[in-house]
T-cell receptor, first 114, second 112 residues
Framework: DGGITQSPKYLFRKEGQNVTLSCEQN?????MYWYRQDPGQGLRLIYY???????QKGDIAEGYSVSREKKESFPLTVTSAQKNPTAFYLC?????????????FGSGTQLSVL | QQQVKQSPQSLIVQKGGISIINCAYE??????FPWYQQFPGKGPALLIA?????SEKKEGRFTISFNKSAKQFSLHIMDSQPGDSATYFC???????????FGKGTRLHILP
């Protein structure tokens, strides 16, 4: 089945630890995105990549890092600099190099702090 | 000016009733207004979308009403069902390549 796979479903982070969230897509989409969802805050853009080996900061990039070495993969690292990492993280993709008319979302990763 | 304001934050509707979620925007350059539906523990999925050249778009029980002069648009869910219980996000963008701006979401609960 084509789609976006996020793993793990649940992740726990210890203080001072970096953790990496995986996002893989087999839709052959050009653009990929990371959003953070907090209750009542909507979807906030962390980073996005419109082509391989290139990415841009979104609205809340501080404390996060990404890479886009392959078209199908866009991992997100939550660093120890992110002081409030507890949230639901969503990866998305779109067929074009821009947002286009439709974003395809994965099922998310819930990150919690121990 | 880039904001999309969504209300209410939460909504409870009886089964069979009409659910109405409203959104407002300031940037008149927005020309694409999608709605996304998100079930608990899942990612959002595109539900329905409208462009400002029409005032209404209907797909099954879901209707978008668009008021260009008031810079407002709304989602109506007719004959609401418990399976419609989800979080709904309105959004707006300019053209095909511009960033999609999301509202903060409305948590809808349909009573059985």
């Amino acid at each position: 089945d084509g789609g976006i796979t996020q793993s793990p479903k649940y992740l726990f982070r210890k203080e001072g630890q970096n953790v990496t969230l995986s996002c893989e897509q087999n839709l052959n989409h050009d653009a990929m995105y990371w959003y953070r969802q907090d209750p009542g805050q909507g979807l906030r853009l962390i980073y996005y990549s419109q082509i391989v080996n290139d990415f841009q900061k979104g609205d809340i990039a501080e404390g996060y890092s990404v890479s886009r070495e392959k078209k199908e993969s866009f991992p997100l690292t939550v660093t120890s600099a992110q002081k409030n990492p507890t949230a639901f993280y969503l990866c998305a993709s779109s067929p074009t190099t821009g947002w286009g008319e439709k974003l395809f979302f994965g099922s998310g990763t819930q990150l919690s702090v121990l | 000016q880039q904001q999309v304001k969504q209300s209410p934050q939460s909504l409870i509707v009886q089964k069979g009733g009409i659910s109405i979620i409203n959104c407002a925007y300031e940037n008149t350059a927005f020309d694409y207004f999608p709605w996304y539906q998100q079930f608990p523990g899942k990612g959002p999925a595109l539900l329905i979308a409208i462009r400002p050249d029409v005032s209404e778009k209907k797909e099954g029980r879901f209707t978008i009403s668009f008021n260009k002069s008031a810079k407002q648009f709304s989602l109506h869910i007719m004959d609401s069902q418990p399976g419609d219980s989800a979080t709904y996000f309105c959004a707006a963008s300019i053209g095909r390549d511009d960033k999609i701006i999301f509202g903060k979401g409305t948590r809808l609960h349909i009573l059985p």
